[in-house]
């Protein structure tokens, strides 16, 4: 064997020998690639360093300012192969964020993130790196939630136990705040978790009816599940202030007008009549449904008039006790 020969052999071991050495192993290749600021460097000089720009190191760290690093920080330069940023991977936490904040980006549940990494508790610090659980993962089996009149996105999401952003992502919605009536959503989890979400409120009950705008809400703590159009009293006769639940009545008799009104909930007393919510009323000699077409202008002699399908959702919702706070 020639010398010459040799040396190209000997060459090719130690190639082979790096290659193996510096190869990333498929662990390491699927995992993330974090980089910690220097002193000194810039984002495009990193972005430079490792082949790619300021923009995708920007959206993958949650940057609002390129120049607004510091010595220290961990910034993703590659979330895992294994999973897209937005469906999964991992986050690196920036000064200032929160575990809400973060699961709201990605579009899951603080639950989900807590369970991904084994967190005990809401408090994270900077630097610290979080397993994000892909929507896939955190969402599992869907169905169809078909949109009622007055129902919110935000509402319909805590009916299902998930986030706006999720909802947006699943049914490819731009605007989130625009949802129209019939329009079929995609939701995560099953009818049965819509029941389960119905029977355990988030938060106390609270009917809220602003009389400027002729429209009523429907609260649970601080999440906003309808609003509805509605008639208040003509010139003025809907009394303001806070008030409960009363009274509770499939359909309740105006004497006074000889009418019948559905889904009664009365609140507060008028003299010797009792005001209160109710459906669209009919005459009870010839049974004529009556105000059908004024539901969103002022048309009661001092009651709040729905329509009969959220006056029925209403009904059926709320509680002798609960809070009703009338507003101009």
Known sequence: MSRQYRYRLAGLFILLVAILVLWPTPAEAAGPLIHRVQKGETLAQIAARYNTTVKALMRLNNLRDPNRIYAGQPLVVRPSTQQADKSGGVHVVQRGETLSRIAQRY??????????????????????????????????????????????????????????????????????????????????????????????????????????????????????????????????????GTFRVQSKLRKAFGSTWNIWMPYWLGIYWAGPVENGFHGLPWKADTGRKIWGGLVGTPATYGCVMLKDGPMKELWEWAEIGTKVVIKR
């Not at 967190?119 to 896939?136: A, C, D, Y």
């Not at 009536?181 to 989890?189: D, N």
């Open 107 to 240: 579009g899951v549940t603080v639950a989900a993130i807590q369970k991904a990494n084994r967190l005990r508790s809401t408090v994270i610090f900077p630097g610290q790196v979080l397993k994000i659980p892909s929507q896939s993962a955190v969402v599992g089996k869907t169905s169809t939630h078909i949109v009622k009149e007055g129902e919110t996105l935000s509402g319909i999401a805590r009916l299902y136990g998930t986030t706006v952003t999720t909802l947006a992502r699943l049914n490819h919605l731009n605007n989130a705040s625009f949802i129209r009536v019939g329009q079929k959503l995609v939701v995560p989890g099953t009818q049965g978790n819509k029941s389960n979400a119905q029977k355990k409120p988030r938060g106390p009950k609270k009917i809220v009816v602003d009389i400027s705008e002729q429209r009523c809400y429907r609260y649970e703590g601080e999440t906003l599940l309808n609003v509805w159009k509605c008639s208040t009293g003509m010139n003025n006769a809907t009394k303001t």
